[in-house]
């Protein structure tokens, strides 16, 4: 079930329904919630609930026996043992294909046999979550679940079970231990998330597409500006694509009277590229910062050290997006970019700031903006790509002059749009506008008029081929 799908749009209301107007005892609403998170997720297939529960018990269990003893072997025996489990199971179930074929096949000469595997759907966010529980857990940074189904429902909650936010043990355990009561606010703002989200993906992303598609279908057939104007709208697509449904996801949960993490604040903004990895898919690059770059860190000093853990985990995080080349190059290029901004702070800072200070602020945030989303958009073409001849043939004609055809004037007018959203929400992240406040402060009725407008423009907008998100394949 998409979030927009009929079939979703009937589920939602009644599990609000019968979750705040049947249930009322918390032990039996969160049962329901469960089981309607297992209903959401076999929807998509049945079979592959038996993943998602093995990974909940084994996780679950680890964690009670870890708790059980203080032996220091015991207990890293058995971190050891759910790491193994959860990485084994993502690698067989992602990345098996990947590498028999383009790792141990082109090493050996061997031609290995394609296995028919299924990717299962968010099986590289949830197994993400229970590692971290497990991991929180042995170092006594959170304290554990009571019930195995409080666990079953932080990892299953529909809302965010598929594509994320990531979510945290420290996050979501007080807001299960004290369910909150329903209030008009949380209607009212859990539907303003949804519909925004739901314009974000039908209305802008799904259109971005339209002019994105055609460049990296056949890049030759594109001079340079249609082939700036296809990856800047694939920029476009991907951040309200996924952002969009981030949002949805936050308004689904806060109808229940959850709080999911906001998961982007306006990247497109960002004067760094370290400020951009602060800014883009928050609950994975912090995920990676905690659990990845800070024990790669810890295995060497010195500066060079530091270098190489911020290059390998932006490696990792680049193949965690999907198994092929591409996503690592995505991944190594952005990784490239954090040690270049590093070095060029750090170690040769006292050359250059002193000339830049005398450029005045306004012009200097211009300018660091857009070479921002300028490297944003390089990297975005090793994402898009399907394989590296089409992305070098798309850097190839970006970077060297070719006449042909303008591109279409509907992509600056949606870069226009999508700017001004990340200006509007960026003036709110500062303290300048409350958008929640605002909307509160409306009167209902106005409230209603927009809500009815943002579902006439959903209506009238939205391209016939609405697309599934783009990160359901992660």
Known sequence: ?????????????????????????????????????YVFYMSWSPKLIVLLLGSTLIDYF???????????????ALLGAS????????????????????????????????????????????TFETLSYVVDCYYKKTKPFDTLRDYAVFISFFPHLIAGPIIRPRQFLPQLKELRTLTGADIHVGAAWFLMGLVKKLVIADRFS?????????????GTLAAWAGVAAYAGQIYFDFSGYSD?????????????????????????VAEFWKRWHISLSSWLRDYLYAPLRGLAEGEWANYMAVFMTMFLGGLWHGANWTFVAWGSFHGGLLMAHRFLNVELGRFWKPAAALVPLPVRDVLSRALVFALACVG???????????????????FHYTAGAAPALAVPA????????????????SGDWDLEGTLLGLPSWTRVVLYAAALVVILVYTPMDARPFIYFQF
């Open 62 to 76: 680890a964690v009670v026996w870890m708790q059980r003893t203080e032996d220091p072997w015991k207990r890293r």
């Open 83 to 126: 790491i193994v489990f959860n990485i084994g199971m993502l690698s067989t179930f992602k990345y098996a294909n990947f590498f028999l074929h383009d790792v141990a096949g082109p090493l050996t000469g061997w031609v290995p046999p394609h296995l028919d595997i299924v990717l299962p759907l968010g099986i590289s966010f949830y």
């Open 210 to 222: 339209l002019y994105a598609d055609p460049v990296f279908a056949d890049p030759a057939a594109h």
């Open 248 to 272: 949805m996801a936050i308004g689904i949960a806060r109808l229940f009277c959850f709080d999911l993490p906001l998961n982007f604040r306006t990247p497109y903004l960002s004067r760094n």
């Open 1 to 37: 079930m998409l979030f927009y799908s009929p079939e979703f749009l009937v589920f939602l209301p009644l599990v609000f329904i019968l979750y705040w107007w049947v249930f009322s005892e918390r032990a039996s609403k969160l049962t329901f919630l469960l089981a309607a998170s």
């Open 414 to 429: 949606l870069l226009a749009v999508m700017f001004a959203y990340d200006v509007t929400a960026f003036r709110a992240e």
């Open 380 to 398: 975005w073409v090793f994402f898009r790509a399907q394989d590296f001849g089409t992305a070098f043939e798309v850097l190839r004609r970006m």
